[in-house]
């Protein structure tokens, strides 16, 4: 059965840290001792976003193509990179058969719980961030901690650098 442990952290002027237990069809046990219903579903959005029922997660440190954005092979044929990292998202959290742990650190503009999450556990799990960007289907943003993912995703032609691409925060901006 899959499980997801948030670690979500309390604004930023508090040093309480709660840890959190999800099951898909139980409720939520935070172990300090409150209790939160999370519901029954979760789902990805997009190449960065996750959604668990009233829980909205935006992955920390990456931007990944939006669902309408193309873009193109070296031989410039057009794409659909954003559906190919939303698809890609969701099969790396469906193929392994472990926790989901993601760590909440604050809030985007958007009011999204930004979080860093991992397959298995903070300490020796997966890094799903970083899974992304290597693959080449995320790119680092908001942040050093990627960078050098970035890079290398970029020197091996991976994804998105195999062909040609507008960052995702430009795209946006090109959508305005």
Request: include cysteine.
């Amino acid at each position: 059965m899959f499980l997801l442990l948030c670690l979500l952290s309390a604004p930023a002027w508090s040093e309480n840290v709660a840890s959190v237990e999800v099951s898909l069809g139980q409720s939520v046990r935070v172990i300090d001792g409150t209790t939160i219903h999370i519901g029954q579903s979760w789902r990805v959005v997009d190449g960065d976003t996750i959604h668990i029922d009233s829980y909205k997660i935006r992955l920390k440190g990456i931007d990944a193509p939006e669902k309408k954005q193309s873009c193109q092979t070296a031989g410039g044929d057009d794409w659909a990179c954003g559906v190919m990292a939303r698809d890609t998202l969701l099969a790396i959290l469906e193929s392994h058969h472990q926790e989901l742990v993601c760590q909440i650190t604050g809030k985007d503009y958007y009011k999204r719980d930004l979080g860093s999450c991992y397959i298995g556990s903070l300490e020796t799990g997966i890094d799903v961030q970083r899974m992304l960007i290597r693959a080449g289907l995320a790119v680092a943003e908001y942040g050093n901690q990627y960078k050098s993912d970035e890079r290398y995703a970029a020197k091996q032609m991976r994804g998105m650098w195999a062909g040609k691409f507008l960052r995702p925060k430009e795209w946006r901006q090109a959508q305005k």
